[in-house]
């Protein structure tokens, strides 16, 4: 308690020292004090204290709401599918790494070259289409584990439950409830994890679909690259036609060994089967792809822009090089045509 008195004011606390303090100061320290709670500062700072942990603890809650919410359909949160994606991602890795077309440094007939594209993409033992399907093979045998393991949990739970009902009650009813509860939870558990079976297996579809068109992305790349890097890439012979001079192969030629060079790599590429046609995942999959690679592809902006550049470049080359011969070999077409009508028997005779 205090007490005051005419000199000060004592504070008097049993089990501790009192305090003194003289009358001028406690009325300064009186004064202080009213002036500072007049200020909104400090008039509020309690207020404004517990509103802002009611903001920070209410933001926390909203973010640990939205974490289970993602945790309860991430993937990669759920035991089971974490060791089967991490599989499926590595092969995806290998997927990528499939190439469906060869463009080297050499110089091609182009013949040649349509040849080595075919052989590059339906060699029957080290050919694209060859590899594309044992990833696709081997994806499928790891989505077949992963349904059954999936499956198999659904089961035990069921039997788990079903055997806590039919044994005699040798717990406590608090005891049984609670154990009651946990089945049931698990239960729960393992029918969510089979529900978004479908889901996964959408995921690896949707995955191993925009690899097959980063192969041909990447190829349509390369191929361009190597046109506009390159000095020569095709042996083009010239001759003498009638009017003009003659391109073997021309212009007409190498533009259908564009388009049966673009169409077969993306028949190798969309002629693998999707996941979601599997007929052991009927069950399980509720929405289908409407989508296939090809179809991707040819919407494709990066696709388009480089296939249109391979052809605006081959298509520009050859009909510079048509005007340049047909201005330079003018000048020999009277030898040519001289030799077309030359005739031995006749100059012999004379």
Same mark, same amino acid.
């Given at each position: 308690?205090?007490?005051?008195?005419a000199? !000060?004011v004592? @504070?008097?606390?049993?089990?501790?020292?009192? *305090?003194?303090?003289?009358?001028?100061?406690?009325?300064?320290?009186?004064l202080?004090?009213?002036?500072?709670?007049?200020?909104?500062f400090?008039?509020? @700072?309690?207020?404004?204290?517990?509103?802002?942990?009611?903001?920070?603890?209410?933001?926390?809650?909203?973010?640990?709401?939205?974490?289970?919410?993602?945790?309860?359909?991430?993937?990669?949160a759920?035991?089971?599918?974490?060791?089967?994606l991490?599989?499926?991602?590595?092969?995806?890795?290998?997927?990528?790494?499939?190439?469906?077309?060869?463009i !080297?440094?050499?110089? @091609?007939?182009? &013949?040649?070259?349509?040849?080595?594209?075919?052989?590059?993409?339906?060699?029957p033992?080290?050919g694209?289409?060859k590899e594309?399907?044992?990833?696709?093979?081997a994806?499928? !045998?790891i989505?077949?584990?992963?349904?059954?393991?999936?499956?198999?949990?659904? *089961?035990?739970?069921?039997q788990?439950?079903?055997?806590?009902?039919?044994?005699?009650?040798?717990?406590?009813?608090?005891? &049984?409830?609670? *154990?009651?509860?946990?089945?049931?939870?698990?239960?729960?558990?393992?029918?969510?994890?089979?529900?978004?079976l479908?889901?996964?297996?959408?995921?690896?579809?949707?995955?191993?679909?925009?690899?097959?068109?980063?192969?041909?992305?990447?190829?349509?790349?390369?191929?361009?690259?190597?046109?506009?890097?390159?000095s020569?890439?095709?042996?083009?012979?010239?001759?003498?036609?009638?009017?003009?001079?003659?391109?073997?192969?021309?212009l007409?030629?190498f533009?259908?060994?564009?388009?049966?060079?673009?169409?077969?790599?993306?028949?190798?590429?969309?002629?693998?089967?999707?996941?979601?046609?599997?007929?052991?995942?009927?069950?399980?999959?509720?929405?289908?792809?409407?989508?296939?690679?090809?179809?991707?592809?040819?919407?494709?902006?990066?696709?388009?822009?480089?296939?249109?550049?391979?052809?605006?470049?081959?298509h520009?080359d050859?009909?510079?090089?048509?005007?340049?011969?047909?201005?330079?070999?003018r000048?020999?077409?009277?030898?040519? &045509?001289?030799?077309?009508?030359?005739?031995?028997?006749?100059?012999?005779?004379?």
């Amino acid at each position: 308690h205090f007490t005051i008195s005419a000199t !000060g004011v004592v @504070y008097v606390c049993p089990g501790q020292q009192s *305090e003194y303090m003289s009358l001028g100061d406690w009325m300064h320290q009186c004064l202080m004090y009213s002036v500072l709670t007049s200020m909104n500062f400090f008039k509020y @700072y309690i207020h404004g204290k517990v509103f802002s942990r009611w903001r920070l603890h209410t933001r926390y809650t909203v973010y640990c709401h939205h974490r289970t919410r993602l945790a309860r359909r991430l993937f990669l949160a759920k035991p089971m599918f974490i060791t089967p994606l991490v599989k499926i991602h590595s092969l995806m890795y290998e997927v990528e790494t499939v190439k469906v077309m060869n463009i !080297g440094a050499n110089v @091609y007939n182009l &013949e040649e070259f349509g040849r080595d594209q075919s052989s590059m993409r339906s060699n029957p033992s080290a050919g694209a289409a060859k590899e594309l399907e044992q990833r696709h093979d081997a994806i499928v !045998g790891i989505l077949d584990r992963l349904v059954r393991t999936v499956d198999q949990s659904t *089961e035990v739970s069921q039997q788990m439950d079903e055997h806590a009902i039919s044994r005699p009650r040798m717990k406590s009813m608090v005891q &049984e409830k609670k *154990e009651a509860r946990d089945n049931a939870r698990r239960h729960r558990l393992a029918k969510h994890d089979q529900s978004m079976l479908g889901d996964c297996i959408r995921l690896v579809d949707y995955m191993f679909q925009s690899c097959l068109v980063k192969i041909v992305v990447h190829a349509s790349i390369d191929f361009c690259q190597r046109v506009e890097t390159s000095s020569k890439m095709f042996i083009i012979h010239v001759s003498f036609g009638e009017i003009n001079m003659v391109f073997d192969p021309g212009l007409d030629k190498f533009m259908k060994m564009l388009q049966d060079l673009w169409s077969g790599t993306i028949q190798v590429v969309n002629s693998v089967p999707s996941f979601l046609s599997v007929r052991q995942y009927d069950p399980y999959v509720t929405v289908r792809n409407n989508q296939t690679v090809e179809s991707i592809l040819l919407s494709n902006r990066d696709f388009n822009q480089y296939t249109d550049a391979v052809r605006d470049r081959i298509h520009s080359d050859i009909t510079q090089a048509q005007h340049y011969s047909d201005k330079n070999f003018r000048v020999f077409r009277r030898i040519h &045509e001289y030799g077309l009508k030359w005739n031995e028997e006749e100059y012999l005779a004379t």
